[in-house]
């Protein structure tokens, strides 16, 4: 094992994700708290999160009901604070493009 890897793993680091050019960041390793709790803030979360980001509420001809893309879009948000070393502030969070987004949806289901 290589030092750094164990410095790494001693911070509870795991790997790094690419969310856009010059975004890299480093992914917490999953603990049983930290699933269960990015878990509790999901529950109620049926889509994905490409499908979540920027909506408006508006009537889903599906489900029948309102949806509450705010809310569905914080829960995300919300889940990689978790489990993102650092969190994804505001500025870092506007400069994943579409690739980080697939990294994104990839990561919150190693999580789920």
């Given amino acids: 094992m290589t030092v750094q890897k164990q410095i790494d793993e001693t911070l509870n680091i795991g790997s790094e994700v690419r969310l856009a050019e010059g975004l890299v960041k480093n992914v917490k390793i999953g603990t049983i708290g930290t699933i269960r709790q990015v878990r509790k803030i999901m529950k109620d979360i049926p ?3 490409s499908v979540t980001i920027g909506r408006e ?3 889903e001809s599906n489900l029948g009901k309102a949806v509450d893309w705010p809310k569905a879009e914080a829960a995300y948000r919300e889940s990689f604070d978790l489990i993102l070393e650092g969190g994804l502030p505001d500025e870092e969070y ?3 493009d579409f690739e980080g987004i697939e990294e994104l949806e990839k990561l919150i289901t190693r999580f789920l």
């Fill in 47 to 49: 889509y994905q999160f």
């Fill in 57 to 59: 509420p508006w009537l």
């Fill in 94 to 96: 506007d400069q994943v």
